[in-house]
C-alpha cells in the first residue's frame, strides 16, 4: 500500500499559509525598526543653529529684510544661513537690517 501524495494545489495553499506567515513577521520586524529608529531619533539633541541668518522678503528677487543672530526668534520663516563675513557685509551696506531684538550688529562689531 503506498501512500498518495497530496494534489498540487494543496502543496500550493500549504506554501501560501507559510509565506503568509512569514511576510506578516516580516512586517512586524519593520515596524518594530522604524519605531526603534523613531525613538532613537528622538533621544538626538537638535542641530545647533547656525551663527547668522539672514531674513528674506516675499515676492521676486527675495530681498533681505533683515540679519539675525542664528537663535533669534524674532526671524520668520524664510531664512537661510549665512557665514560671518556675508552677514558682515550685508550690515555695513545696510542692505539687510540688523535685527533690533538680537542685534547682531553688536556681535559682529559692527557698532
Do not use: N, Y
Not at 524664510?78 to 553688536?106: H, K, N, S, Y
Request: proline content about 9%; glycine content about 6%.
Amino acid at each position: 500500500m503506498s501512500e498518495e501524495s497530496p494534489p498540487r494545489l494543496d502543496l500550493l495553499r500549504f506554501l501560501e499559509r507559510v509565506q503568509k506567515r512569514d511576510l506578516a513577521r516580516t512586517r512586524q520586524w519593520i515596524q518594530q525598526e522604524e519605531q526603534r529608529l523613531a525613538e532613537a531619533a528622538a533621544r538626538q539633541p537638535p542641530p545647533a543653529p547656525p551663527d547668522w541668518i539672514v531674513e528674506q522678503g516675499i515676492g521676486v528677487g527675495h530681498q533681505i529684510v533683515a540679519v539675525h543672530q542664528g537663535w533669534c526668534t524674532m526671524a520668520g520663516r524664510r531664512v537661510q544661513p549665512v557665514p560671518r563675513d556675508e552677514a558682515l557685509r550685508l550690515i555695513a551696506e545696510d542692505t539687510g537690517r540688523a535685527c533690533q531684538q538680537c542685534r547682531p550688529d553688536t556681535d559682529l562689531g559692527v557698532l
